[in-house]
């Protein structure tokens, strides 16, 4: 598989690394990209900058270039993208964290919130720790496991970073040296208090799981995510 890596920062170079030790080459490496450069990709991988996902994106599918996409703070325009890629007949996938433990943890949220929904004792303290180098706050990650906690329990309404407000869930963000990645959600009630967590090790999963899915994704049509590509119901 010939691979586009739109985004040469430190992931970009992990990604590089994986992707040669399973039989696949690098045929481009940026930060932005034009149609053209596209060419001699079976697909892109984008874990740029906010500013430039949504170019970067757009690129991809206008020149029918499957593209899959980690990075974060962009996603006000994803509804765009996702008609985009509809329009092109073409491939897409986005995940604020391609870790494959983390696609299982998403789906332990899921239906641990269910579970919780009835039982108006416990409070939610979600926590998210990165490297000092992550540009967005709270993480997608932590927006992610937010989201799908206001879907499945009947209290909460909305997210906020450090807030005590009523049905709010409150994201703690913090910023650590040589931090990965590490998420927590803890139910907290007067008597005791339950918790489930995911710490990442290194870049290495995250970037593990981006090439898996491109793997998943070429030869393929329409808009996707890592539920799909791990088979996950």
Request: with cysteine; net charge negative.
């Amino acid at each position: 598989m010939k691979i586009a890596l739109l985004g040469y920062g430190k992931m970009g170079k992990t990604i590089e690394a994986l992707a040669i030790k399973r039989g696949h080459t690098i045929v481009l490496k940026c930060d932005d990209t034009s149609e053209n450069d596209l060419k001699n990709a079976d697909i892109a991988i984008d874990f740029s900058i906010p500013e430039a996902a949504f170019n970067n994106i757009s690129k991809c599918l206008n020149n029918n270039t499957p593209i899959v996409s980690g990075t974060t703070g962009w996603l006000d325009k994803y509804n765009d993208a996702v008609a985009l890629c509809k329009d092109k007949d073409g491939a897409f996938i986005y995940a604020s964290n391609f870790s494959l433990g983390v696609t299982i943890f998403f789906e332990l949220n899921k239906t641990l919130a269910k579970m919780m929904s009835n039982l108006k004792e416990y409070t939610i303290d979600l926590e998210e720790i990165h490297h000092t180098q992550k540009l967005d706050a709270p993480s997608g990650t932590a927006i992610t496991l937010a989201e799908s906690i206001i879907d499945n329990h009947q209290k909460y309404t909305q997210w906020k970073l450090d807030s005590n407000a009523e049905n709010t869930v409150s994201i703690s963000a913090k910023r650590l040296d040589n931090v990965p990645g590490t998420h927590r959600i803890k139910y907290v009630s007067a008597v005791d208090t339950l918790e489930i967590k995911h710490t990442a090790h290194s870049r290495e999963g995250f970037a593990l799981g981006a090439i898996v899915a491109a793997e998943w994704l070429v030869d393929k049509t329409g808009v996707f995510t890592m539920k799909d590509v791990l088979n996950i119901r």
